[in-house]
């Protein structure tokens, strides 16, 4: 099976302040990797496929890079709405495998 | 706009079965080319995919949970379903349904299972 190795667990930052997750993979994904978003008390939400690759309606503030490994999440100017925790998955091949998750807190 | 639904007891003894169901609406099941998946979350932690079902048959399934899961689906219902047999309160989670293809972009709300006598 494929891990997915995310850090950090937990960030806290500010309103208006750059945030970055990174995820990294046991083995070479490609960019078969996708980014969840996830509130307290609902389902989690998809935000970024295929490494970079941004769903219809999700903010420009959000944005995914990396390729092969190493894959990051990015989010830039923090919002109060961005409060939740964020997941990688990788999608190269069954089982497909989440992060541990990183909460971001203010 | 595509909708899942997850369905199902929200109490289970240990060592009995859990069972649930995903009713999926505003699309047929069989359109496209996807899957149909689970994925659970035990209280405070992270996301576990369990299994998922192929329209044309054949499933795949977790390594850890295999044993213990049987996945399924009902063409006609447009609905699929989970069995987990011999429970313990390691199973205690929110089990989530969604549509698998390659991306899990369509999940049910969720539906919070736990494992007491």
């Known amino acids: 099976d494929i891990q997915m190795t995310q850090s950090p667990s937990s960030v806290s930052a500010s309103i208006g302040d750059s945030v970055t997750i990174t995820c990294r993979a046991s083995q070479d994904i490609y960019d078969w990797v996708a980014w969840f978003q996830q509130k307290p008390g609902k389902a989690p939400e998809l935000l970024v496929t295929?490494?970079?690759t941004l769903q219809v309606g999700v903010s420009s503030r959000f944005s995914g890079t990396g390729f092969g490994r190493e894959f990051t999440l990015t989010i830039s100017s923090l919002e109060p709405e961005d409060l939740a925790t964020y997941y990688c998955q990788q999608a190269y091949s069954f089982p497909t495998l989440f992060g541990q998750g990183t909460k971001v807190e203010i | 706009q595509l909708q899942l639904q997850e369905s199902g007891p929200g109490l289970v003894k240990p060592s009995e079965t859990l069972s649930l169901t995903c009713t999926v609406s505003g699309a047929s099941i069989s359109e496209g080319s996807y899957h149909w998946a689970w994925i659970r979350q035990p209280p405070g932690r992270g996301l576990e995919w369990i299994a998922a079902v192929f329209v044309a048959g054949g499933a795949l399934y977790n390594s850890a949970l295999k044993s213990r899961v049987a996945i399924s689906i009902d063409t006609a219902s447009n609905q699929f379903s989970l069995k987990v047999t011999s429970v313990t309160a390691a199973d205690t989670a929110t089990y989530y349904c969604?549509?698998?293809?390659?991306?899990?972009?369509?999940w049910g709300q969720g539906t919070l299972v736990a494992v007491s006598s």
């Open positions: 295929s490494a970079s």
């Open positions: 969604a549509r698998h293809g390659p991306d899990l972009d369509y």
